[in-house]
């Protein structure tokens, strides 16, 4: 399967524009319902990147690995961490997203965090030139 950046662009929006500092991780459950596959996939980037922790700030796994099914444990409070937050902001810019989609599509999601990351900086150092 490969990385679906507009789908890791919503995932990170609903944090983003949730209302308190956690998200209950049943909050989505609806995209499981969706599809799972695609959401277990990209949510599990999510948290091996580090965009997405528990109150603590450490890793939580939220989706368990049975034998012929996966269960997704609801409950759980989840944040966006800074480095996820800093990602949200280069993938809400439409310029720099259409960049990610055409430029590196078949990159890793590291590969996009850093592009991100350089195109966002440029775009700012952009906006400091006076």
């Known amino acids: 399967m490969t990385i679906d950046i507009d789908y890791i662009k919503i995932l990170l929006t609903d944090f983003q524009e949730c209302e308190s500092a956690y998200i209950d991780s ?3 459950s609806k995209y499981i319902k969706e599809d799972e ?4 996939f990209h949510w599990e980037i999510l948290q091996d990147k580090g965009l997405v922790s ?3 700030g450490k890793q939580i796994n939220v989706i368990q690995h ?3 099914d996966y269960v997704f444990i609801s409950g759980i409070n989840l944040r966006l961490t800074d480095q996820g937050h800093q990602f ?4 809400k810019d439409e310029e720099i997203l259409e960049k990610l989609k055409s430029n590196v599509k078949s990159f890793s999601l590291d590969s996009m965090i850093k592009m991100g990351k350089i195109l966002f900086d440029k775009k700012l150092e952009s906006l400091l030139d006076v």
Do not use: D, P, Q, V
């Open 26 to 28: 049943s909050f989505f």
């Open 37 to 40: 596959n695609k959401f277990i």
């Open 54 to 56: 528990g109150t603590n």
């Open 66 to 68: 049975g034998l012929n």
């Open 88 to 91: 949200y902001e280069a993938l």
